[in-house]
């Protein structure tokens, strides 16, 4: 027999019993990882998703898939795929950090055939090895664990395919909506005057009071008030009521304003007593657009952008500084190098902020307040000079600039925990995640005290992710509010993931005490190199309402000088923003919950439901809702539009139904008010 006639005797024994032949490896990194969805960064081939060698648990992989929770590749087998084989396991680009917590599952044809179960830094990497006889479609996926996605670095290693011929490709990731144009709803604002913003105020006695009234409608504008006590007074043409309470003590005034069309009138509760903060605090933030990038100069043109637009009417006060106004400890960056404190040990901030109380006076000086940040550790999260063994002097420092805001971060406090701190001894180095609830209390025990030491009114607002229930002890410690997750990036699986999972803190927010999902993630966003946001219109209406929904402190996180009027109208909508400012201060909780709808309610102070029907899957649901008694409502209810600000129908909870149309990814955001 010549040799050329074995080889074709092999080959067609081969395509009959194709289990006997050596199979063929298709290697997952030579698929189109780019179909794969993520919740952070983007898919990596033959490195982490940070752009480091894979290496799980120690162990080094030269080929894989890097990605990050929450995930999703999806394959088309068609049939030709016969084994799946890959070690999974948590990046160690991600150095111990104990906040990364991931789980791989494997589906075939909607049938799961593997999960790795909870698996974390350091762990060594599990191998999965799956047969996929007659399987068409293969799903990969990574989830956060159920505690959200930080530091969630997934690889997928040594992944491969063995196959008897055919084709594998990769298909896609989540479910997309499809894009739609974004569509204004937010009417404009009458000419006529009208007062927008929170109805109550709260201020301790003796701290300079700063309040300027949100209104609209065309300038010039007249402002007066009625039973404003003593120590206040009004500048009628700002608008803004200075001065101080001496004592304690409830006051309500009638806010006026007046201009050549009309007259406004509305009551206002100043409440002089321990609690500030007795609504959500509203403004912007730098750090999710200018991260490391931050300066003076940009802090006052985010100010003035907030009154040039026209927001400062609908009551955002805020601006706050986040990390890099300190000296760093080894950036190559000149602006950062410097002494980190003077000789006495008061810190000194980088050459990009020249004049702290100059730039505090220019944000006062402009009817707004400006804010802080600093970590409990020597170092904040980006490596600048923190507080540890300083904090009374920096709580002093901040008084004396006039600061009225200070957002307290964890990293690095892990690393000195135990000097000091008799109940830390299980807080790991480094880490974000305290094991020992004791000692993750305590550095905001001691920041707390100090702030309230000051004569101004400075809101506290805890940034350790949750740590031990944060929303449990945050107002034991003088906390006004407090991250309840992880950073928040600008994607659906990000923003859905932390707004639809706050239901186990809801039952603790009250007026002074607010959970906080993050900061916004509307507008130009991006971490210093700034871009869209990547969530699509309705999702971004869908961020709005839920953050209004949970009592969220609103912290605008986009470069205020590119607003375009979409996300204007994101954020300049008083009916919306009401129910973030309700001064009840119960936070919404999901009542309902069917396939992909989530229906969340929240009772508002004039005994109105604020409710949002919203849709999590990325086809439009169409529904006759009918569930009233879920929501508590009686009788005859009319029913709002917040967004259009209009009323939509009269339903008789007890025979009619209500026809709702939720687009993909999106919300219906109603008020229903019992009928007169
Ligand atoms: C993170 C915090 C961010 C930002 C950053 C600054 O830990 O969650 O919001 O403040 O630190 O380095």
């Given at each position: 027999m010549n040799s050329r006639f074995v080889l074709a005797l092999v080959l067609s024994w081969a395509a009959l019993l194709p289990g006997l032949v050596s199979a063929d490896t298709v290697w997952l990194?030579?698929?189109?990882?780019?179909?794969a969805t993520q919740g952070y960064g983007e898919p990596k081939k033959n490195l982490s998703?940070?752009?480091?060698?894979l290496a799980i648990g120690g162990k080094k992989f030269e080929r894989g898939f890097g990605t990050h929770a929450d995930g999703l590749l999806k394959i088309n087998l068609d049939g030709a795929a016969q084994k799946f084989s890959v070690s999974v396991g948590v990046d160690d680009?991600?150095?111990?950090?104990?906040?990364a917590s991931i789980e791989f599952i494997v589906v075939g044809d909607g049938k799961q055939l593997w999960r790795s179960g909870t698996m974390r830094a350091g762990d060594a990497a599990k191998v999965c090895e799956v047969d996929l006889s007659g399987v068409k479609l293969l799903k990969l996926q990574v989830t956060?664990?159920?505690?959200?996605?930080?530091?969630?670095?997934?690889d997928w290693a040594d992944a491969k395919f063995e196959t008897a011929g055919g084709k594998i490709s990769a298909t896609g990731g989540e479910e997309k909506p499809a894009p739609v144009a974004p569509y204004i709803l937010t009417p404009a604002a009458p000419a006529t005057p009208r007062i927008n913003g929170a109805n109550v105020f709260g201020v301790r006695p003796g701290s300079p009071f700063l309040f300027t009234i949100p209104a609209t409608g065309e300038r010039p504008m007249k402002f007066s008030a009625k039973n404003?006590?003593?120590?206040l007074k009004l500048?009628?043409?700002?608008?803004r009521i200075t001065g101080a309470l001496k004592t304690k003590g409830e006051f309500t005034v009638t806010l006026r304003a007046k201009n050549s069309l009309g007259t406004a009138e509305k009551k206002f509760r100043i409440v002089c007593g321990?609690?500030?903060?007795?609504?959500p605090p509203m403004g912007w933030n730098?750090?999710?657009?200018?991260?490391?990038?931050?300066s003076a100069d940009r802090v006052k043109r985010a100010a003035n952008a907030l009154v040039k637009s026209g927001?400062?009417?609908?009551?955002?006060t805020y601006i706050n500084v986040d990390d890099f106004w300190e000296n760093h400890?080894?950036?190559?960056?000149k602006t950062l190098q410097?002494?980190?404190?003077?000789?006495?040990?008061f810190i000194v901030p980088n050459?990009?902020?020249?004049?702290m109380k100059g730039l505090a006076d220019y944000v006062h000086g402009l009817g707004l307040k400006i804010g802080l940040y600093s970590s409990?550790?020597?170092?904040?999260?980006?490596?600048c000079a923190a507080s540890w063994q300083h904090e009374q002097q920096d709580a002093q420092t901040y008084a004396k600039w006039g600061f009225d805001y200070l957002k307290y971060d964890w990293c690095s406090y892990g690393e000195v925990a135990s000097g000091g701190n008799p109940?830390?001894?299980d807080i790991p180095l480094w880490?974000?995640?305290?094991?020992n609830d004791a000692g993750a209390i305590y550095p905001y025990t001691v920041m707390g005290k100090f702030l309230r030491e000051q004569k101004r009114d400075i809101v506290f607002s805890l940034?350790?992710?949750?740590?031990?229930?944060?929303?449990?002890?945050g107002g034991s410690v003088n906390g006004n509010c407090w991250r309840t997750t992880g950073d928040i990036v600008d994607t659906w699986k990000s923003m859905s993931g932390i707004g639809f999972r706050q239901d186990k803190a809801?039952?603790?927010?009250k007026p002074g005490n607010w959970n906080d999902p993050d900061m916004l993630i509307v507008?130009?966003?991006?971490?210093g190199r700034t871009h869209?946001?990547?969530?699509t219109t309705d999702e971004q209406y869908t961020h709005i309402s839920l953050w209004c929904l949970l009592a969220s402190p609103l912290l605008i996180g986009c470069?205020?000088?590119?607003?375009d009027d979409f996300t204007l109208n994101l954020l300049s909508n008083d009916e919306v923003l009401a129910v973030d400012q309700d001064e009840l201060g119960r936070e919404a909780t999901c009542v309902i919950t069917a396939g992909d709808v989530r229906i969340y309610e929240r009772p508002l102070a004039d005994g109105s439901q604020a409710v949002g029907f919203f849709n999590l899957g990325a086809k439009p649901v169409e529904l006759q809702f009918g569930e009233f008694a879920k929501l508590g409502l009686v009788g005859k209810q009319t029913v709002r539009d917040l967004w259009r600000q209009k009323n939509v129908a009269t339903v008789d909870v007890a025979k009619d139904a209500l026809p709702l149309t939720i687009p993909g990814h999106g919300v219906v955001l109603y008020k229903f008010t019992t009928a007169k």
């Open positions: 990194d030579d698929l189109n990882l780019a179909a998703v940070s752009d480091q060698p680009d991600v150095k111990g950090n104990a906040e956060d664990a159920g505690d959200g996605m930080s530091w969630d670095h997934a404003l006590p003593s120590g500048d009628a043409k700002t608008g321990d609690q500030i903060a007795l609504t730098s750090w999710n657009c200018f991260a490391g990038a931050v927001l400062v009417n609908h009551g955002w400890r080894n950036s190559k960056d410097g002494p980190f404190r003077d000789t006495n040990g050459v990009r902020f020249p004049d409990p550790g020597p170092w904040t999260c980006g490596g109940d830390a001894k880490g974000k995640t305290a094991t940034c350790q992710y949750g740590m031990a229930d944060v929303w449990k002890w809801a039952p603790f927010a507008g130009e966003v991006g971490w869209p946001t990547r969530l470069d205020m000088e590119k607003f």
